[in-house]
C-alpha cells in the first residue's frame, strides 16, 4: 500500500475533526473550512503533511509546515477551540481558534506564522 498523499491527510484529519466537533458542541464546525484553506495555501508542498494520535487534553492533531516552521494544529478538548502550536503540542498556543474568529483576523494570524 502506497503512502498517503497530503490531500489523504487532509481529508482524514479534518474528516474526523469534523465529527469531534459536532459531537463536543459545534463551537469549530464552521471554522474548520476556513482553516483547511489555509493550511493547504500556506503548507510548503515539500513536506508531507502528519497525523498524530492525541496527547492528554489534545486531540486530531495534524502537523503542518510553514516555510521551514512546524506546527501543531489541535484540537483542544477542555476548550472546544482548536489551537496553533509551534514545534511542540504541549507548549503555548500561538492561535487559539472558533467559530467566533473572524476571518479576517484569522487571515491576518495565518499570515503572521
Do not use: C
Not at 474548520?32 to 492528554?56: Q, R
Not at 516552521?69 to 489551537?83: F, M, P, S
Request: glycine share 4%; no cysteine; aromatic share 10%.
Amino acid at each position: 500500500m502506497s503512502k498517503p498523499d497530503n490531500f489523504e491527510i487532509i481529508q482524514k484529519y479534518f474528516t474526523e475533526l469534523v465529527a469531534k466537533s459536532h459531537s463536543d458542541g459545534n463551537q469549530v464546525v464552521r471554522v474548520n473550512y476556513a482553516i483547511i484553506g489555509l493550511m493547504v495555501l500556506t503548507h510548503n508542498s515539500d513536506k508531507l503533511l502528519e497525523i498524530s494520535d492525541g496527547y492528554k487534553d489534545y486531540s486530531n492533531i495534524l502537523w503542518f509546515y510553514k516555510k521551514d516552521e512546524k506546527y501543531a494544529l489541535v484540537y483542544n478538548k477542555k476548550t472546544g477551540d482548536i489551537e496553533i502550536r509551534k514545534n511542540i503540542v504541549h507548549g503555548p498556543a500561538i492561535l487559539s481558534l472558533s467559530n467566533l474568529t473572524p476571518l479576517t483576523e484569522l487571515i491576518v494570524d495565518f499570515e503572521k506564522l
